[in-house]
């Protein structure tokens, strides 16, 4: 029996390991070896920056001012030169996966540049670019967990959503702008979906939005950045769709690798809004949350792929932004 479970913990381990691709040191910095430093929401688009930037050798995420130091160093290999640093990460580029960077893996940039993905190909920009920074997002849709109400309806309809511009809470319905009706044909730019958990944000994936409708922007082809380490154009997906699957219960917003293989156990995704509170159909146990109410905002903890049965985590809010061109 022992032996049994051992070897079922050492497989599901090497499963992971496929999926675990960044070794990250927390309460550790290496200091003295800032080349620049930039404002991130999290450790892992810091991560993602620096595999576009050439002299990047390692980071330090600092937690407390959401700040993303690039290193032009790494410390040797004993990490005897890793400080002591409570709240704070570090990450040495040389452990992150190639694919990482996405369309710049291998790119040309100059040392001083930056290289941003542009669909399947890339730009490269000066590391203090504003374009990259300061865009000029505007909320147009505050989804909430817990209130009882469909968040892929409210998007839908505008009838189910309290106007976002009163600046109400979320806590009874969702929070819309008449925005989303207004779209098709508009000039936006870019839409930004962020989730939230304590206030935190945790899950950042941006689209380009040219030439998009309200309905069809949440899409693959249309991925850009995103905190997922493991998330790209290139990477596996079964579904990626706002409407996603409804047959074993409500999956909306949806952005799954393996679904319709073999049941709960192998549903593997990044994250899913699961919304219909009334649905006789809940298949597997993260439809039935203990002492939760719907809709739930569950997506892969650890910015990565998960199973989840196994583990999921559960945002509060899920807050939809656009730019304009
Ligand atoms: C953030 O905090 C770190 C550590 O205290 C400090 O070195 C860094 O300069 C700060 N950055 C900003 C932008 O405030």
Known sequence: MYLLTFSFIVLFAWILCEIVVIKKQTDKIYQNHVLFEISMPMWSICAQYCSRVQACKSINFIALNKTCQINYGEPGECNDELIESVGNSFAAASTFPKNLAGPCKGHDCK????????????????????????????????????????????????????????GKSCSNRHL???????????????????????????????????????????????LRSNSFIDMNQQSVFNIFSMDGADTWGARHFFISNTYYNGGCPN???????????????????YDRLPGKAYPYILYGPDQQLTKFEGSYAVADMMIISISMV
Not at 134 to 149: D, P, T
Not at 196 to 210: A, K, L, Q, S, Y
Request: hydrophobic share 35%; proline share 4%.
């Open 111 to 166: 040392p001083n540049e930056v290289c941003m993905p542009k669909g399947t190909a890339y730009k490269c920009f000066p590391w203090f670019t504003p374009q990259f920074h300061e865009n000029n997002f505007q909320r147009i849709f505050v989804a909430c967990s817990g209130n009882h109400q469909s968040i892929l309806d409210t998007w839908k309809y505008a009838s189910l959503g309290l106007n976002i511009d009163f």
């Open 176 to 222: 819309r702008s008449t925005m989303i009706d207004k779209w098709d044909g508009s000039l936006i730019d870019q839409v930004k979906v962020e989730l939230f958990r304590n206030g935190e944000p945790t899950v950042e994936i941006n689209f380009d939005g040219r030439g998009s409708t309200s309905s069809d922007w949440f899409t693959k082809n249309r």
């Open 267 to 285: 549903d593997i995704a990044w994250m899913a809004v699961i919304d219909t509170s009334d649905s006789n159909v809940r298949a597997c146990n």
